[in-house]
């Protein structure tokens, strides 16, 4: 994989959740697509498995660095772990699946970002229930609706992925992702 290639890509990807994401928002509900599950799944399809569980692992670490938590004392608190480990999980999940997927299809991008979105919220959602059950940190945060608005972003996520994957699919073999149709060249020794 070509790393500067993904390095832009997830920064495209990383711009969109942090500037689109809002404006995608449904009304006054949380219930927003992320842009960088897709990407995650992008890589996870096509990338060798070590290289994508750690583009997954660095995508889930970017996520952590632009979430934060609201406090009850009107502040905000960061934590570095939950979508780290959700996308890990997320990416594991697509290396399991993508065997038996037709990959050229943008309905499979859409399947696969829509479950990998709910493994990585629901990793998010447990670990912040029980760092609030462990640590009596002043969190506002409450696990059942937390995690019913965030099931709801994950099917806004397949939604969105299903669009996004022939963008996606395009650039995926200039980050040096083998794709049906693209051939590696090889030379003889």
């Known amino acids: 994989m070509r790393w500067l290639m993904f390095a832009l890509v997830a ?11 809002p404006a995608l928002q449904l ?3 949380p219930i927003a697509p992320s842009f960088l599950v897709p990407v995650a799944v992008l890589v996870a399809m096509f990338a060798p498995s070590a290289v994508a569980l750690w583009s997954c692992l660095i995508l889930g670490v970017l996520a952590d660095l632009t979430w934060s938590i609201p406090r009850t004392d009107s502040g905000l608190a960061t934590l570095i772990g939950p979508y780290a480990l959700g996308y890990l999980l997320a990416g594991q999940l697509v290396l ?3 065997g038996v997927m037709v990959k050229k299809n943008p309905l499979t991008m859409g399947f696969l970002a829509g479950a990998a979105a709910v493994v990585v919220n629901v990793v998010v959602v447990a670990i912040i229930t029980l ?3 462990l640590y009596d940190e002043p969190i506002l945060w409450s696990p059942t609706r937390q995690l019913l608005a965030r099931l709801s972003a994950a099917l806004y996520t397949g939604a969105i992925a299903t669009l996004l994957a022939p963008f996606l699919l395009a650039v995926a073999p200039f980050m040096g992702l083998q794709t049906p149709g693209t051939r590696r060249a090889f030379r003889r020794t």
Not at 11 to 21: D, I
């Open 11 to 21: 920064w495209v990807a990383l711009g969109l959740e942090t500037g689109l994401k």
């Open 27 to 29: 009304g006054p509900t």
């Open 96 to 98: 399991t699946l993508r």
């Open 131 to 133: 760092h609030t059950a």
